[in-house]
T-cell receptor, first 111, second 120 residues
Framework: QKEVEQNSGPLSVPEGAIASLNCTYS??????FFWYRQYSGKSPELIMSIYSNGDKEDGRFTAQLNKASQYVSLLIRDSQPSDSATYLC???????????FGSGTRLLVRP | DAGVIQSPRHEVTEMGQEVTLRCKPI?????LFWYRQTMMRGLELLIYFNNNVPIDDSGMPEDRFSAKMPNASFSTLKIQPSEPRDSAVYFC??????????????????FGPGTRLTVL
């Protein structure tokens, strides 16, 4: 059973801090990884994708991938209350069209 | 560009009734996915279409569920008869054609706003 694991949270951080969201996956063949943000009552919104080991930065967001440890993370710098949402991690296998989603981590940014 | 469009946004029906959910993928995307999201089970893939052809329907919970994609711009998910346990948010997502944007573009799925289904 291919799985993606996330801590459900909530992860509470003060405004302006760095929020660190983590995800592990069981399928060593996974090649593509995605972070989606989902506000309450809304649909998942793709915010980052990463394919290679290392860091990928986009504005205040940095995705980190370590395939050897089967670990993906998302860092949000200068966290804002508007970042409060559930963050879903997803993994796609090399030969699979399917995205396997984690259950999500709820982030709360305190003003 | 318009995103994925779904209708209706909310549906309330009584047990035993037929429900039809609709989806229009992003133009140029050749893959379409139907998901269901509940608090208990999270986001589950129901069915996947590629070039309008159903490739994997192993996530469809029962024969009461059926999905079609008659053309590249339209798909339906039908539940007949509906049951209270079908209450959930149903999302449609589409994925761009291979080759656009390289590997990254090929993998990314974009979600519609969802249909919140309540079966009484």
């Amino acid at each position: 059973q291919k799985e993606v694991e996330q801590n459900s949270g909530p992860l509470s951080v003060p405004e302006g801090a760095i929020a660190s969201l983590n995800c592990t996956y069981s399928d060593r063949g996974s090649q593509s990884f995605f972070w989606y943000r989902q506000y309450s009552g809304k649909s998942p919104e793709l915010i980052m994708s990463i394919y290679s080991n290392g860091d990928k930065e986009d504005g205040r967001f940095t995705a980190q991938l370590n395939k050897a440890s089967q670990y993906v993370s998302l860092l949000i710098r200068d966290s804002q209350p508007s970042d409060s949402a559930t963050y879903l991690c997803a993994a796609r296998g090399d030969s699979s069209y399917k995205l396997i989603f984690g259950s999500g981590t709820r982030l709360l940014v305190r003003p | 560009d318009a995103g994925v469009i779904q209708s209706p946004r909310h549906e309330v029906t009584e047990m035993g009734q037929e429900v039809t959910l609709r989806c229009k993928p992003i133009s140029g995307h050749n893959s379409l996915f139907w998901y269901r999201q509940t608090m208990m089970r999270g986001l589950e893939l129901l069915i996947y279409f590629n070039n309008n052809v159903p490739i994997d329907d192993s996530g469809m919970p029962e024969d009461r569920f059926s999905a079609k994609m008659p053309n590249a711009s339209f798909s339906t998910l039908k539940i007949q008869p509906s049951e209270p346990r079908d209450s959930a948010v149903y999302f449609c997502a589409s994925r761009r054609r291979g080759g656009q944007g390289g590997l990254a573009g090929y993998n990314e799925q974009f979600f519609g706003p969802g249909t919140r289904l309540t079966v009484l």
